[in-house]
């Protein structure tokens, strides 16, 4: 039996990991001019090497080694700040540098199934014309309303791993059909997923999905080994509707002060491609 003390020394290994080859993809996509260094002999490997990034966040070789080897050491805080601007870090990769090292607390990994609260449930269902859904820590769907089931197809039909967002995107041939933009909201989404999961690196359940979808989709496979994060966005997604033809809607993630592990994703039709008609007809074809 793996009591607390060993699954808490399994999470910071494996954020050891994730920090380590976060490191390393960073460090390999930065050539000598973008830091004002000359580009020399030839290179055989691509990006800086590690003594040039130890060199330019001021540290040791051997010390930078070690973290890039997930080894135990632990970098203060200001060798984070210096790491990252070295690395020439975005905010959210440099949020993602320091939830990695544990800089924030380890957040508790829950065993328990996730619940959808009532007066959120109703909050869903008097979203009559806006497609919206409940998502939990790991992405997967757990509430949505009829506008949803009539846009993207009926989520009562599909198991919990189907229902998950990730793998809607990158496993089901029916759900990649519909987006017009597919690659562009893989991708994004992938590394918006990325970003949340750091916090429950570890967990046997992110862990599983992740090596599914690694088995699953070459795109998935190849992508999630870049370490790409960036910060939840809003934005538009076009809908190519089996029935209704193009669909252009807004969406928008927001998160749940009492339920920070959950948020509400909101489709909002717009005028373009006559949406809200089609929409509206969708709906009445299809009587609750």
Avoid: C
Wanted: aromatic share 8%; glycine share 4%.
């Amino acid at each position: 039996m793996i009591g607390p003390m060993d699954q808490k020394t399994d999470v910071f290994e494996a954020r050891r990991r994730e920090f380590a080859a976060f490191l390393r993809s960073r460090r390999e996509r930065l050539a000598p001019s973008d830091v004002g260094l000359p580009e020399g002999i030839r290179r055989r490997t691509p990006g800086l090497r590690r003594e040039e990034l130890a060199m330019l966040a001021g540290v040791g070789t051997t010390w930078y080694t070690w973290l890039e080897q997930a080894r135990n050491v632990r970098p203060s805080p200001q060798v984070l700040n210096a790491l990252a601007d070295a690395l020439r870090l975005d905010d959210a990769e440099r949020r993602h540098l320091f939830t990695l090292n544990n800089r924030q607390a380890v957040q508790a990994m829950s065993t328990t199934p996730e619940h959808v609260d009532e007066p959120l449930q109703r909050v869903l269902a008097n979203l009559t014309h806006q497609p919206a859904y409940v998502l939990g820590r790991r992405w997967d769907v757990l509430a949505w309303n009829r506008a949803t089931d009539v846009l993207f197809g009926g989520y009562d039909t599909l198991e919990r791993d189907e229902r998950n967002i990730m793998h809607r995107l990158f496993v089901d041939p029916a759900h990649r059909r519909l987006l017009v933009d597919w690659e562009s909201v893989a991708r994004v989404s992938l590394a918006m997923f990325r970003a949340d999961s750091a916090r429950y690196a570890g967990d046997p359940d992110f862990e599983r999905l992740i090596a599914l979808l690694m088995q699953a989709s070459d795109e998935f496979r190849s992508w999630w080994q870049r370490h790409e994060v960036i910060s939840p966005l809003s934005g538009i997604k076009r809908i190519d509707h089996p029935v209704m033809g193009r669909m252009s809607f807004e969406h928008t993630g927001l998160a749940l002060t009492n339920r920070p592990e959950m948020k509400l994703i909101v489709y909002t039709p717009l005028d373009d491609d006559d949406t809200n008609s089609k929409l509206a007809k969708l709906l009445d074809l299809d009587p609750a």
